[in-house]
């Protein structure tokens, strides 16, 4: 757990968080100064030298971010890919596949937009078909219904999103992960809104593939993420589309080896600056402590929640019985644009979840719009009170 001090230091390291309250670590977090210090001064020696000699220098630093990306997810460096998003990653999976007609992709209803966009294109292309993991009434996976689903429906990929970004609740990838291995059926997790906020094993988890997103919860830069690949799934000979000459050797006019690590799955050309930054944050995130980390963020969670419960006339839209620290919000008197007005007012940073970026879970809960709030382990106990008597206000 974090002391008043560690927070007192992380604050200090966390320019951003000073004269606001910013509670949109779900979308795009605040960075420790350190991550934006070795970006700009990368940026400063490749104006100076060049791209290739300035890459070249910091060889070594980049290789570390491999390491640290591994420490954080319980795998080996050679598992870790680097990509430009989370979505690129994901897309770079779905491109090793080789989809058939009445082939079935086994997936959550609350997956995100983006993912269901790629689901819809294989349906129009490959004819496949999408079938959604069964659930009891609490809203958990139904088990023994989605083992009859593997039986019967034979899914050629499984792809779930660990927490999803329009609701708090942690779907129980592990033992999805338990089916899939049975099964040997590859698994894709979506652990965007997961990894930095809670304490996620790949190896535990029993995933082939987990894609994240560098700006959210682990405070790297924008336009960046990461892939995990497992090692089962590199001996498969999976390649993407977008494989490229950096990790692949032009053998004979019609003949390529292709790497053996998750390598494969970037491109040459990327941002050097970027990828030292996200190494940087995901160093400093590793100091503090992933566990350390989750425990308090869960303190923070728990707090908001209770807050909102007993003080104010919003309702909590998150249902389940584990929730994340992504807290989404209903006022059922107010229009949004009065709910954002008022936010706005007293220097709330919030993110906006609509029923076109989640349709399958808005619909069931009968609203168009959610306020999404998303404390952090540099947020205080203060700061939430605060909040919430701002809440309680709108009445």
Not at 81 to 106: H, K, N, P
Not at 124 to 149: C, M, P, T, W, Y
Not at 283 to 295: D, H, R, S, T, W
Request: hydrophobic share 40%; proline share 2%; with cysteine.
């Amino acid at each position: 757990m974090l002391s008043s001090q560690d927070i007192a230091k992380i604050r200090k390291d966390t320019p951003g968080c000073s004269d606001k309250l910013f509670f949109n670590s779900a979308g795009s977090s605040l960075p420790v100064r350190e991550v934006v210090d070795r970006q700009i001064n990368y940026l400063q020696e490749e104006a100076l030298f060049g791209g290739y000699k300035t890459m070249a220098k910091y060889a070594s630093e980049a290789a570390e971010a491999y390491v640290e990306a591994a420490k954080l997810l319980g795998c080996e460096p050679h598992q870790v890919a680097f990509c430009e998003s989370a979505t690129v990653a994901y897309y770079r999976v779905i491109s090793t596949m080789r989809f058939e007609m009445g082939d079935v992709i086994l997936t959550s209803e609350l997956d995100y937009i983006s993912n269901f966009i790629v689901f819809d294109q294989l349906r129009r292309k490959h004819n496949i078909s999408l079938a959604f993991l069964k659930k009891d009434v609490d809203g958990s996976f139904d088990l023994e219904a989605v083992r009859k689903q593997f039986t019967e429906l034979h899914p050629k990929m499984v792809a779930v999103t660990h927490v999803p970004t329009s609701s708090g609740v942690v779907q129980d990838v592990i033992a999805i992960g338990k089916l899939c291995n049975e099964f040997e059926v590859l698994y894709l997790v979506d652990g965007c809104q997961s990894v930095g906020q809670l304490e996620v094993d790949v190896k535990a988890i029993g995933c082939d593939f987990l894609s994240c997103t560098g700006r959210k919860f682990l405070r790297g830069p924008r336009g960046t993420g990461f892939l995990y690949v497992s090692d089962r799934a590199l001996t498969m000979n999976l390649v993407p589309i977008s494989a490229d000459g950096d990790t692949t050797i032009w053998q004979s006019a019609d003949e390529f080896e292709y790497g053996n690590t998750a390598k494969k799955f970037e491109t040459f050309e990327r941002s050097y600056s970027n990828l030292l930054g996200f190494g940087a944050a995901l160093k400093y995130l590793n100091g503090v402590g992933i566990k350390n980390i989750e425990a308090y963020n869960t303190t923070l969670g728990n707090h908001l929640r209770n807050g909102i419960k007993s003080k104010t006339e919003i309702l909590l839209m998150d249902h389940g019985s584990n929730l994340s620290n992504i807290i989404t919000l209903y006022h059922p008197n107010f229009q949004l644009e009065k709910v954002t007005s008022q936010l706005d007012e007293h220097q709330i940073y919030y993110s906006i979840a609509r029923k076109s970026m989640a349709f399958l879970d808005f619909a069931q809960k009968g609203v168009d719009w959610a306020i999404r709030l998303s404390p952090h382990y540099f947020n205080t106990i203060e700061e939430l009170d605060e909040a919430i008597d701002i809440l309680a206000t709108m009445h």
